[in-house]
């Protein structure tokens, strides 16, 4: 296609097709939307939004032809938002540029062949967005002979035909010089056909071709998951989330997959993903602060004090909202005899929740190793008793400081009967 054609192809599509323009900096939304309006899009058919939710609405609303969203967004990245937009509109010509100011987010963008048309660098010219934005809109609205044959091969991997599609998505190999895409389409039809050692050295081929694909290691890791390879599998999702934008599900994924397979020293890098999201739901708190727990425990059993209260430390500033983080976090602590430290947790719960059963169970812990004063602990320890409120450790704090003060062995024995029938696993050793 000529250059005249492809400026005809961009000017009738702007034309009757609204623009989506997603930053949460107002001064470049107003200058992409200048640049867009001198480009020849109408002014009315222009919408800016600094959000991911703003953005969902306007693409629910209007006819969207093209979205220019930034990487990072309110309430998720660039990458969630493309997705959101493809799976709301399958069968519409809907063009997806990213803009980023960093060279390795656009290495990023190549890697996300299919789910990133195209993308801008910050500082942009309007020559070099026209000039994009031509050339993208041409190739989405004429693709080229390799992009049609992928989709012909979709189509019939679609319709359950996957023999006629993996022959099909090998006509476009020569194609390309790099056909990462091809080879992934071709290991999803063997991964349907259930011939898996093929789809996985598909989706290896492909990730030759370009190493972090993100369909190719999406790919590869559902296979792996598929045949219960946990460790391989947490191999791929962890450098998914090292390239791409973290959003709460893949996290939750790779922290899942950290504690199942013992990765237990690199819970911190997923912490320091998770306080880069903009938006943390309290299942995605849960899930960090549940990880970052077992790591902990991890590296106290194992003599690593330093980093377990590191990781503790990371606890107690972002999942405190949860009371039992701090109260498992003291109790642990406490079995450790480290006072200062677990006087310090304690100083993590909010006054509101100082008469809740979490707090009350951590005080009388910090007390036990605080205070040598038998009588105190029985006295106080009852108290908890008789409000009903039991834990395994109290209750062993409590029997212990009982004999130390001389209470009769019935009385005692009745408390240790009452501990082992609630906690029978953790007490028949």
Request: a neutral charge; one cysteine or more.
């Amino acid at each position: 296609m000529s250059k005249d054609d492809k400026k005809a192809v961009f000017k009738s599509f702007i034309e009757k097709h609204d623009i989506l323009v997603v930053d949460k900096n107002p001064t470049s939304r107003s200058r992409l939307i200048k640049i867009m309006s001198d480009l020849g899009s109408k002014r009315h058919m222009i919408h800016s939004v600094g959000s991911f939710k703003e953005a969902i609405d306007i693409i629910n609303e209007k006819n969207i032809g093209v979205v220019l969203s930034d990487y990072f967004i309110g309430g998720g990245s660039g990458f969630d938002l493309f997705k959101l937009a493809r799976e709301k509109n399958p069968a519409k010509k809907i063009c997806l540029i990213l803009v980023t100011s960093d060279l390795n987010q656009s290495t990023v963008a190549k890697a996300a062949e299919e789910d990133v048309d195209s993308y801008v660098i910050k500082p942009f010219t309007v020559e070099s967005i026209q000039e994009n934005l031509v050339n993208t809109i041409a190739d989405k609205v004429k693709p080229s002979k390799y992009i049609v044959t992928i989709e012909e091969g979709k189509e019939l991997i679609t319709q359950g035909k996957y023999d006629e599609a993996i022959a099909k998505l090998q006509e476009a190999l020569p194609l390309s010089k790099k056909p990462a895409l091809a080879m992934f389409y071709i290991g999803q039809a063997e991964f349907l056909k259930q011939i898996t050692d093929q789809a996985q050295g598909s989706y290896k081929k492909g990730l030759s071709y370009n190493n972090i694909h993100f369909k190719c290691l999406s790919g590869l890791f559902d296979l792996l998951m598929s045949r219960n390879q946990y460790v391989e599998a947490y191999e791929i999702v962890k450098k998914v989330a090292k390239y791409f934008p973290a959003s709460p599900d893949r996290l939750q994924q790779v922290i899942r997959l950290a504690v199942q397979t013992n990765n237990f020293q690199d819970m911190l890098s997923y912490y320091e993903l998770f306080t880069s999201l903009d938006e943390r739901t309290n299942s995605t708190i849960n899930y960090i602060g549940a990880g970052l727990y077992v790591s902990g425990k991890y590296f106290m059993i194992n003599n690593a004090k330093d980093e377990a209260l590191k990781i503790f430390e990371a606890i107690g500033v972002s999942c405190s909202i949860f009371t039992k983080y701090p109260r498992a976090i003291i109790t642990v602590l406490v079995e450790n005899n480290m006072v200062n430290e677990a006087e310090k947790f304690l100083g993590r719960f909010d006054p509101s929740t100082r008469s809740e059963l979490d707090y009350l169970i951590s005080d009388y812990l910090v007390d036990s190793i605080k205070f040598n004063d038998a009588n105190r602990l029985v006295k106080s320890g009852l108290e908890l008793y008789n409000k009903n409120i039991k834990d395994q450790r109290c209750m062993q704090i409590m029997i212990k400081s009982m004999r130390e003060c001389g209470y009769k062995e019935d009385k005692i024995n009745d408390f240790e009967f009452e501990m082992n029938k609630i906690w029978p696993e953790k007490n028949a050793a």
